[in-house]
């Protein structure tokens, strides 16, 4: 079992930067690929990011690839996610997930509660 926590949303102005951290509880953390996903309001989950177990692999989104950074450090039991030259259509309640990894939900088994991420023009 592996309990997700995020934290570091907010309100930023457009051009801005913030870093998200997502907190995971459990022993086997450093098994999993870690993913962070977003949902906007009236629209449907997407993925933005992943990294492998390792910390060697990564893979973005073509919306954010430049912009974001997908980082973990498995002995934190943590995974970030560096978000610069924020938009307003970057706008949204951010989760990230543990679970084999790719950009398919269904690729992931746990889940975070998410994080409000606002960003003002």
């Known amino acids: 079992q592996v309990q997700l926590v995020e934290s570091g949303g907010g309100l930023v102005q457009a051009g801005g930067s913030l870093r998200l951290s997502c907190a995971a509880s459990g022993r086997t953390f450093s098994r999993f690929a870690m993913g962070w996903f977003r949902q906007a309001p009236g629209k449907e989950r997407e993925f933005v990011a992943a990294i492998s177990w390792t910390g060697g692999a990564t893979y973005y989104a073509d919306s954010v690839k430049g912009r974001f950074t997908i980082s973990r450090d498995n002995a934190k039991n943590t995974v970030y996610l560096q978000m610069n030259t924020l938009k307003p259509e970057d706008t949204a309640v951010y989760y990230c997930?543990?679970?084999?990894?790719?950009?398919?939900?269904?690729?992931?088994?746990?889940w975070g509660q998410g994080t409000q991420v606002t960003v003002s023009s």
């Open positions: 997930a543990a679970g084999v990894g790719g950009s398919y939900l269904e690729e992931y088994d746990y």
